[in-house]
């Protein structure tokens, strides 16, 4: 959405425009609640001012940078002259969750990793725009002042495509179907529909308000959601098929945890990172009944990982020890250095900050319990970085003699998860490598007629972002896909 004349900015000028303060709760009171952190500007005119200090200019790097392509230039052009609602429509036309990618995509890494304005050559450095908190702005602004837009919906078709896992993928495809007037039905596993974003996502850094938000209006929609039902377990697919589905798509992610495979990995209190954040930061009633029972942290909780996953782990510990009662020291365990952390700065800094420490370059080699095989400590040894290893990073190499013991009460695992190879051999000529499914790359098709995925079980864990473009994709082959299939 490009408008064709705008009066020319004057971009030397805007340039000079300092950023705008950005609030968040302190870390001594938020380390004892499960409030969002980032509290945003300090008033409609502070969001006003940063959007400002986008300089227009013509290739915008920032949307090339994007994975769904949002008109950023667009939505700060009408942000900065206070038209919200307008701005939050430029998102949404490129976007299924702009209130959710406004706080949790890693911007750094995207469309503000390309901003102009965050130009490091410059003398003093000055860093760009803040695009994802005033994405999040505007689509706050919208939905709590005049609720989430209705889209126009087609006249019903009488197709129906059945949509497999309720996360970020498999709402994106349920929602564009429905608005091309077909039926979408998700069938979700856990007893609440959400996916990661209810369940993978720490209230601190997502409310769940936002998730229940876009399910109720996903529900105005007409989307019915089926949940506390496996596919290829209670149904198959070949039956979904068979119930007058039309089109299948799968969603259903790559969420099968890493095992990190050492001794003593079976101890009490070793969590994997799942478990952890689930029983961690949801209701009972939001579980299932084999995972109901609280989690209780220790006085010494370790985090063995360095990606977000781990920083969420790291200050959900800090939380249940706050609420425990106890003094709670949290340790992150990664093998190489800070600088190689494939997850956020800014989720380290606010772990940092929240008092959680850092042991950098130490890998865990067993883990050791007590009498009644409760874990106690786990066996570390030094390493330093060696030659670039596959994936660019320096390879992490033991120090000789550097064997050390590193006390724990609770241990959790985050070390990456994989694709779900059982899901995958349970839908006959399903082809798939390790869980993570083959798609036609321009529709997103499987190798089954009718059957369609995207999102992580196609890539592997991965960003909302990409898992929402995947899922346009998918969703715009699945509507062509019905469009021949009459």
Not at 247 to 270: M, Q, T
Not at 321 to 339: F, H, K, N, S
């Amino acid at each position: 959405m490009q408008v064709a004349e705008r009066p020319k900015v004057d971009r030397k000028a805007r340039l000079q425009i300092p950023p705008q303060k950005i609030n968040k709760q302190d870390p001594q009171l938020r380390r004892c609640n499960w409030n969002e952190v980032v509290l945003g500007f300090e008033d409609e005119r502070g969001a006003m001012v940063e959007a400002t200090r986008c300089i227009q200019c013509p290739a915008a790097p920032c949307i090339k940078a994007c994975p769904i392509h949002n008109d950023i230039p667009e939505a700060l052009w009408e942000l900065e002259h206070g038209n919200f609602v307008e701005a939050a429509n430029v998102f949404r036309l490129t976007s299924t969750m702009p209130e959710v990618c406004g706080r949790i995509c890693p911007q750094e890494r995207l469309c503000e990793g390309a901003c102009v304005v965050g130009n490091q050559k410059r003398v003093p450095p000055t860093p760009p725009v803040a695009i994802g908190r005033l994405e999040a702005f505007v689509a706050d602004y919208q939905s709590q002042r005049h609720g989430l837009p209705p889209p126009p919906v087609a006249p019903a078709t009488g197709k129906r495509v059945a949509v497999v896992g309720s996360g970020p993928a498999g709402l994106t495809v349920a929602e564009l179907v429905a608005r091309a007037g077909h039926q979408a039905v998700v069938y979700e596993a856990w007893p609440r529909p959400g996916g990661i974003l209810r369940y993978g996502i720490p209230s601190f850094k997502l409310d769940k308000r936002l998730t229940e938000e876009k399910l109720r209006y996903l529900e105005e929609l007409g989307i019915e959601f089926v949940c506390g039902t496996q596919i290829g377990v209670d149904i198959t697919v070949d039956k979904l098929l068979e119930q007058r589905y039309d089109a299948v798509f799968l969603g259903n992610g790559a969420g099968v945890s890493v095992s990190v495979g050492l001794p003593g990995e079976d101890l009490k209190n070793i969590y994997h990172a799942t478990d952890f954040l689930v029983r961690g930061n949801l209701s009972p009633e939001e579980l299932p009944e084999a995972m109901r029972t609280p989690v209780l942290v220790g006085q010494r909780v370790v985090v063995i990982g360095g990606g977000d996953t781990s920083m969420d782990c790291v200050r959900t510990a800090v939380r249940l020890g706050a609420a425990q009662g106890g003094e709670t020291t949290v340790t992150c365990l990664y093998r190489r250095t800070e600088a190689e952390m494939p997850g956020r700065e800014e989720e380290r800094r606010h772990a940092k900050e929240e008092g959680v420490r850092f042991q950098l370059l130490t890998a865990p080699v067993r883990f050791l319990g007590d009498q009644d095989g409760r874990v106690v400590a786990v066996e570390c040894v030094r390493m330093e970085l060696g030659e670039p290893d596959a994936s660019g990073r320096r390879r992490p190499v033991q120090v000789p003699g550097s064997e050390h013991l590193v006390e724990a009460d609770t241990v959790v695992l985050a070390v990456g998860y994989w694709g779900d190879e059982e899901f995958a051999e349970r839908v006959p000529g399903l082809e798939h490598k390790q869980g993570l499914l083959k798609v036609h790359p321009e529709t997103g098709m499987t190798s089954r007629p009718g059957v369609f995925a995207g999102g992580d079980n196609v890539r592997g864990a991965d960003l909302v972002v990409t898992a929402v473009a995947e899922a346009q994709r998918a969703a715009q082959g699945i509507l062509e896909y019905l469009g021949r299939a009459d």
